[in-house]
């Protein structure tokens, strides 16, 4: 299996400009996360998804921010307007949610930069 | 919601001695507890976890220690190595999560081996 696989890998834009990332999740996984890691915020939780259906968004810092699951293979996190403070590092893990398996794998993040 | 203090924020230690990072948590129904390793630039991996129906669990040169009577649990690393140079993040699951199927982490320990 190829991993969890984020695109794209770096993006730099200007402030007021949307930004779409994007996660494909491993084959068989039920549970996808989106995180952003900062320096100073540590790994933030955004929100989750179980079976394609949002389960917490409770970390998704404002409505600029919004994420979709429309199928088992594919998740975006979108930001509308971007602001230079969501400049960092997005990572999309997935697991098989299950009892005998919680493990996240992480993908190779996005790393994000807001002029 | 789920409060995960993790403590030291760094550590600095020679190599083939011990290092020890601890980690409280708030909510007494957590019962998945896992430990991430993130190398510079790269993405977190898990290197252990535990469940809150044992005490200890031991990998090799890694072990995790769980006190639920207190709300902490402890990475102990014996015999470091160079290689061991990282961030550590410890994890619980969110309130009303117990299950383990999302994850809050703590703000890290950037664990130096100097050899």
């Known amino acids: 299996d190829a991993g969890v696989i984020q695109s794209p890998r770096h993006e730099v834009t200007e402030m007021g400009q949307e930004v779409t990332l994007r996660c494909k999740p491993i084959s068989g996984h039920n549970s996808l996360f989106w995180y952003r890691q900062t320096m100073m915020r540590g790994l933030e939780l955004l929100i989750y998804f179980n079976n394609n259906v949002p389960i917490d968004d409770s970390g998704m810092p404002e409505d600029r921010f919004s994420a979709k699951m429309p199928n088992a293979s594919f998740s975006t996190l979108k930001i509308q307007p971007s602001e230079p403070r969501d400049s960092a590092v997005y990572f999309c893990?997935?697991?098989?949610?299950?009892?005998?398996?919680?493990?996240?794998?992480f993908g190779p993040g996005t790393r994000l930069t807001v002029t | 919601g789920e409060n995960v203090e993790q403590h030291p924020s760094t550590l600095s230690v020679q190599e083939g001695d011990s290092a020890v990072i601890k980690c409280t948590y708030s909510?007494?129904?957590?019962?998945?507890f896992p430990w991430y390793k993130q190398e510079l630039g790269k993405r977190p991996q898990l290197i252990i976890d535990i469940r809150s129906n044992v005490g200890e669990k031991k990998d090799q040169r890694i072990a995790v220690t769980l006190n639920k009577t207190a709300k902490h649990f402890s990475l102990h690393i014996t015999e470091t190595q160079p290689e061991d140079s990282a961030v550590y993040f410890c994890a619980a699951p969110p309130e009303g999560n117990q299950a383990g199927t999302a994850l809050i982490f703590g703000k890290g320990t950037t664990l130096s081996v100097s050899s």
């Open positions: 909510d007494s129904a957590s019962n998945y």
């Open positions: 893990a997935s697991s098989r949610g299950t009892v005998s398996s919680y493990e996240q794998y």
